[in-house]
């Protein structure tokens, strides 16, 4: 599978490190990295992060290219795709965050990529994919939305609620890390709350997500909101359901069901231990329920906790939906 990555910030130098990492992915060819930042800044931010850590092995430039343990990957530094050649690659991965029009979204096209993913919420997509909701909605779409990390998290464990017990109803909170959108010191933002230093308070803020379920569940439209809540913590975010069912269980049926039914999903996971945030860094589940915090109240009402890593994970879907859009159509 041959990919390009436009746009290496966070989730573009995470999906390079899971290609580099993973042996799933061994064979994906990266033909292409384009970012606008120097060719020597980009290799320095994959090779120290302060998320992840320092990269292991060996990061140096070679001419207009990163060389990673002998691997030689091609860098260009345009902000207009149009003089980027893009011949032959199957998949062109869209980190920029800025493709939210069918100009810019479709800019991977014309230089050559057969398709574009899109590493976020896009009106100019032509679905909005989420593994393990409505995969089976590609179809021959050539510009994808891979929707954003708490949708991934949350829409396949509505749905399998809904598959449970028929999903009346429900509230998610996201508690979220801060993310560049939110300024380290106090700036003017055009939400007031997210003016404010994002590593020193928990800023009550929205979330795509709510939106996004209509539109990759649209069985399910209207049934659910959504907030969020933004904490001061640089990796690893939750999500915590109240959910009113149509069919009413004893928690043990509930519970064996959805432990079965989690158990059967390729993108979610479980836990039974009483962990924190820190420890589910690099997991590459889009959620993973936390036993303990999940529990029934009476006989119609639900509350599910689950933990994502907003970028290890969302990186990992990208990766899996750009094998799955390679070989469809």
Same mark, same amino acid.
């Given at each position: 599978?041959?990919?390009?990555? *436009?746009?290496?910030?966070?989730?573009?130098?995470?999906?390079?490190?899971?290609?580099?990492?993973?042996?799933?992915?061994?064979? !994906?060819?990266? %033909?292409?990295?384009?970012?606008?930042?120097?060719?020597?800044? #980009?290799? $320095?931010?994959?090779?120290?992060?302060?998320?992840?850590?320092? $990269?292991? /092995?060996?990061? &140096?430039?070679?001419?207009?290219?990163?060389?990673?343990? /002998?691997?030689?990957? @091609?860098?260009?530094? +345009?902000?207009?795709?149009?003089?980027?050649?893009?011949?032959?690659?199957?998949?062109?991965?869209? #980190?920029?965050?800025?493709?939210?029009?069918?100009?810019?979204?479709?800019?991977?096209?014309?230089?050559?990529?057969?398709?574009?993913?899109?590493?976020?919420?896009?009106?100019?997509?032509?679905?909005?994919?989420? @593994?393990?909701?409505?995969?089976?909605?590609?179809?021959?779409?050539?510009? %994808?939305?891979?929707?954003? #990390?708490?949708?991934?998290?949350?829409?396949?464990?509505?749905?399998?609620?809904?598959?449970?017990?028929?999903?009346?109803?429900?509230?998610?909170?996201?508690?979220? #890390? $801060?993310? *560049?959108?939110?300024?380290?010191?106090?700036?003017?933002? /055009?939400? @007031?709350?997210?003016?404010?230093?994002?590593?020193?308070?928990?800023?009550?803020? &929205?979330?795509?997500?709510?939106?996004?379920?209509?539109?990759?569940?649209?069985?399910?439209? /209207?049934?659910?909101?959504?907030?969020?809540?933004?904490?001061? &913590?640089? +990796? !690893?975010?939750?999500?915590? @359901?109240?959910?009113?069912?149509?069919?009413?269980?004893?928690?043990?049926?509930?519970?064996?069901?959805?432990?079965?039914? %989690?158990?059967?999903?390729?993108?979610?996971?479980? &836990?039974?231990?009483?962990?924190?945030?820190?420890?589910?860094?690099?997991?590459?589940?889009?959620?993973?329920?936390?036993?303990?915090?999940?529990?029934?109240?009476?006989?119609?009402?639900?509350?599910?906790?689950?933990? $994502?890593? *907003?970028?290890?994970?969302?990186?990992?879907?990208?990766?899996? !939906?750009?094998?799955?859009?390679? *070989?469809?159509?």
């Amino acid at each position: 599978m041959k990919l390009a990555i *436009n746009g290496f910030g966070r989730i573009g130098r995470t999906i390079l490190r899971q290609v580099l990492s993973l042996p799933q992915h061994s064979d !994906v060819e990266l %033909v292409l990295i384009n970012d606008i930042a120097p060719l020597e800044t #980009c290799a $320095y931010l994959l090779k120290y992060d302060s998320t992840f850590g320092p $990269y292991q /092995g060996s990061v &140096t430039t070679e001419g207009e290219a990163l060389n990673i343990d /002998g691997r030689v990957i @091609l860098m260009s530094h +345009s902000a207009d795709l149009a003089q980027v050649d893009l011949s032959g690659v199957d998949v062109m991965l869209d #980190c920029t965050g800025v493709a939210r029009t069918s100009d810019v979204a479709s800019r991977g096209l014309t230089a050559g990529a057969d398709k574009v993913l899109i590493s976020g919420p896009s009106p100019a997509a032509e679905v909005t994919l989420v @593994l393990g909701a409505n995969e089976d909605q590609l179809g021959s779409a050539r510009i %994808v939305s891979n929707a954003s #990390c708490t949708t991934n998290g949350l829409a396949p464990l509505v749905k399998l609620i809904d598959q449970i017990g028929g999903l009346v109803s429900g509230h998610m909170t996201t508690i979220h #890390c $801060y993310t *560049n959108s939110q300024p380290m010191v106090d700036a003017p933002r /055009g939400d @007031l709350a997210r003016s404010r230093a994002g590593a020193l308070s928990m800023v009550p803020t &929205t979330s795509s997500a709510t939106h996004l379920i209509d539109i990759v569940l649209p069985d399910l439209a /209207g049934r659910v909101s959504g907030a969020a809540v933004r904490v001061p &913590t640089a +990796s !690893v975010s939750a999500i915590d @359901l109240v959910a009113t069912l149509e069919r009413g269980m004893s928690a043990e049926q509930f519970d064996q069901a959805f432990r079965d039914a %989690v158990a059967a999903s390729a993108v979610l996971g479980w &836990t039974d231990l009483p962990l924190v945030s820190s420890d589910l860094r690099s997991r590459p589940e889009s959620l993973v329920v936390a036993g303990p915090e999940t529990r029934m109240i009476g006989e119609m009402q639900i509350r599910v906790f689950g933990w $994502y890593d *907003n970028e290890w994970g969302f990186s990992a879907r990208m990766l899996d !939906v750009a094998r799955l859009m390679a *070989n469809t159509g």
